[in-house]
């Protein structure tokens, strides 16, 4: 009965390939989230959806694309990774609505390595 | 652009001592959470702020807003080994959970 699940947990592939992250969550939530964790720990928001729609899309390269097939689900898709992807990336979810409690739940990661 | 800075990033303490982390942020927010992180696991929230002067408590830990300042603590009372970890701030100054975390700041508990 895990909240926010993601799969794969680990992910090693080379440069130039492309690769999917599945993220779905069963807590009924309207709003998910992915986020990149660099080597130093370091935190930043990538996307953001409300229910399917695409709410925050930071300064990400277009070789990354989010995207929802219903509001339980936030899949990511990288094309032609570069050694510089490397990074763990978390999914989370939040209960969402304006002016709403964002409180995030994060998923257990995904750790992508490329070589 | 919203900038969020912990102090201190590396905090190594005696357990039973007292101390606290700092959350200081660039731009006016009345959103602040407050996360836990393990070597190689998730974050966990601890606590959630949303207004001035909000103050919550769990445990050994104790974290409060003061929106005007731009600061946010987190307070360690009597710490103990199963404290240790990275904690992390995070401001949201969206309506839709745009957060802004910290930098992080790892806790070493040591007896």
């Known amino acids: 009965d895990t909240a926010v699940s993601q799969t794969p947990k680990y992910l090693v592939t080379q440069m130039g390939n492309d690769k999917s992250i599945k993220c779905e969550q069963n807590?009924?939530?309207?709003?998910m989230y992915w986020y990149k964790q660099d080597s130093k720990k370091f935190l930043k928001i990538m996307f953001s959806?409300?229910?399917?729609?695409?709410?925050i899309n930071e300064t990400v390269p277009n070789r990354f694309s989010p995207k929802s097939p219903d509001k339980a689900h936030l899949n990511l898709h990288i094309n032609s990774l570069e050694l510089g992807d490397s990074a763990v990336y978390f999914c989370?979810?939040?209960?969402?609505?304006?002016?709403?409690?964002?409180?995030?739940?994060f998923g257990p990661g995904t750790r992508l390595t490329v070589t | 652009e919203l900038k969020v800075e912990q102090n201190p990033l590396f905090l190594s303490m005696q357990e039973g001592k007292n101390y606290t982390i700092y959350c200081n942020y660039s731009t006016t927010s009345d959103r602040l959470y407050w996360y836990r992180q393990d070597p190689g696991k998730s974050l966990e929230s601890l606590f959630v702020?949303?207004?001035?002067?909000a103050v919550k408590q769990e445990g050994r830990l104790m974290a409060s807003l003061d929106t005007k300042a731009r600061l946010s603590t987190l307070h360690i009372t009597a710490a103990v080994h199963d404290l240790s970890a990275t904690y992390f701030c995070a401001v949201d100054r969206t309506s839709y959970g745009k957060l802004t975390f910290g930098q992080g700041t790892i806790l070493t508990v040591h007896p």
């Open positions: 807590l009924g939530h309207d709003t």
């Open positions: 959806y409300n229910n399917k729609e695409l709410i």
């Open positions: 989370a979810s939040s209960p969402g609505g304006p002016g709403e409690n964002y409180e995030q739940y």
């Open positions: 702020l949303l207004s001035n002067g």
